[in-house]
């Protein structure tokens, strides 16, 4: 059933990243290398790849990255080359193609780990990351992914949206003094809204948490719609990523989105029907696995990769009519005719097999 919520708008972070940065921090032999501008580029990244971790070297331009979020860019740009030295990013070479790609990410971001929290976008339009990287405050920054992380879990596990923190707390996790504490607490106002409990001693205060509403988007949710569509966007760049081909983060994303509006949005009244669901799901594949073929087999003779994934992608789908059982054509019929749901325009109604 569809609902509308409030949810979080922003990327995955895995919680073995979080935990693997602060063992680089607070348990490096002879003290911490990591910089908060090695985090703020690290933190970058995260908007930027696709679902293996990997964005073309040649997309990654932080120049105009630093601009819009308030960065210097030689800053960044330090930042950026450290975290080679830091092992947590690798240079990885594709079909001749040079990839930035984030250590372990796409071994993380298997299908079934449910151990992330999600990042809000937020954090970079606020500046607030700026900021910390300004003042160069890399536990700082730690404290604020582990504070985000707590809020995130209690937002998408439990429906909550504040989170209560003792400062002894924050004492413990971030290594500073009470004074730095309050410090950090201005510094991400603009980000996390925070009430304060006093206590009768500094190190005895409390403080609620609560995200502002600028880190949400309110959208009519759709669990098992969302899952597919987050499965076709990982098979396509999956399999593309396979091919000696060489395609362009805007390439791919085309590909995503018209299987999502030629072939998932069609036909999503079947997963009604008996088996519907299985059945969607595997039309979902048979056509991207059908479309990629005809790609790896013309590659030589494609000059519009967006037109080609289109054209071969809806002769396919258009035959995946004979596949539907009576029960799932009727979901689809009553879908059109009590829902106003369309067909797209390369599959004429009239072909819609009698129930």
């Not at 494609?302 to 035959?319: D, Q």
Request: one cysteine or more; aromatic letters at 10%; a positive charge.
């Amino acid at each position: 059933m569809n609902t509308e919520v409030k949810s979080l708008y922003g990327v995955k972070f895995h919680q073995m990243e979080l935990n693997h940065i602060k063992a680089l921090h607070f348990e490096a032999p002879g003290g911490s290398t990591v910089k908060s501008s090695s985090l703020a580029v690290y933190i970058l990244l995260h908007f930027k790849i696709d679902t293996l971790g990997r964005i073309r070297e040649d997309e990654f331009v932080l120049k105009p990255l630093a601009e819009q979020y308030g960065f210097h860019y030689s800053t960044l740009h330090k930042g950026f080359h450290e975290l080679f030295d830091l092992g947590l990013l690798q240079y990885i070479d594709e079909h001749g193609i040079r990839y930035i790609q984030i250590s372990g990410y796409d071994v993380l971001n298997q299908e079934g780990n449910l151990n992330y929290f999600i990042l809000p976008k937020y954090i970079l339009d606020s500046r607030v990351l700026a900021e910390f990287v300004h003042a160069r405050d890399v536990s700082g920054i730690i404290g604020l992914l582990d504070l985000i992380n707590s809020l995130s879990r209690e937002n998408t596990k439990k429906g909550k949206f504040s989170y209560l923190l003792k400062c002894t707390t924050l004492l413990r996790k971030m290594k500073k003094t009470t004074r730095n504490i309050l410090d950090w607490i201005k510094r991400i106002s603009s980000l996390i809204k925070i009430e304060s409990q006093e206590g009768k001693h500094r190190r005895k205060k409390e403080w609620t948490f609560t995200f502002v509403d600028d880190c949400f988007i309110e959208k009519v949710k759709d669990p098992k719609k969302s899952r597919l569509e987050a499965n076709v966007r990982k098979e396509i760049q999956t399999a593309l990523s396979r091919l000696p081909l060489s395609l362009s983060s805007k390439d791919i994303e085309d590909a995503c989105n018209a299987t999502i509006r030629d072939c998932l949005n069609p036909f999503y009244p079947i997963i009604k029907a008996e088996n519907g669901e299985r059945a969607l799901r595997f039309m979902l594949l048979d056509t991207v696995a059908y479309t990629t073929r005809l790609l790896e087999s013309n590659k030589a003779s494609i000059e519009n990769f967006g037109g080609f994934w289109r054209k071969i992608g809806r002769s396919f789908i258009a035959n995946l009519l004979e596949s539907l059982t009576p029960a799932m054509v009727i979901e689809l019929r009553i879908a059109m005719k009590l829902n106003k749901h369309k067909l797209p325009n390369f599959i004429p109604e009239k072909s819609l097999p009698l129930a």
